[in-house]
């Protein structure tokens, strides 16, 4: 199927669509927003859940639940993990209300995207928004659709 129809197909489904910026590290960001909050998220189908840095908090108007936990990350290794309940979060056009998001360090992730020349991030999209937005990305036009 080619892109424009693609597209076509997917807006009259109802999809909203949203820019992603492809990086030199392979990763893909979008500019996201949590409580009318603008930021810089990377696309990860990896990561189990939405998350942002743990330094913006405040920024993003987020509550913080008495709930903590470990996250399972690719390594042995847990990290320390906050929740905040009850967000809006929105890609594109597209919001999602009552939103759980984690709060992590992000300092390891940032500290290689410098090392690598690249702007900092302020969290992950995870598999949990794509998943319940019904995600499609497009790679050759650089679009991600959600539902």
Not at 9 to 22: D, Q, S, T, V, Y
Request: proline share 1%; aromatic share 10%; charged share 25%.
């Amino acid at each position: 199927m080619k892109n424009k129809l693609l597209k076509e197909f997917l807006e009259k489904n109802n999809f909203c669509r949203a820019k992603l910026h492809f990086l030199a590290s392979n990763h893909y960001k979008v500019l996201a927003k949590i409580n009318n909050q603008k930021g810089w998220f990377i696309i990860d189908t990896g990561a189990s859940i939405t998350f942002i840095s743990d330094k913006l908090v405040n920024k993003f108007n987020l509550k913080i639940d008495q709930t903590k936990g470990d996250a399972q990350g690719a390594g042995k290794e847990k990290i320390k993990t906050q929740i905040s309940k009850k967000n809006i979060l929105q890609v594109g056009i597209k919001k999602f209300n009552n939103y759980t998001i984690g709060i992590i360090d992000l300092d390891p992730i940032n500290s290689a995207f410098k090392l690598a020349n690249l702007n900092k991030v302020d969290g992950v999209i995870g598999a949990d928004l794509l998943k319940r937005g019904n995600a499609i990305i497009d790679y050759q036009k650089n679009y991600i659709y959600l539902k």
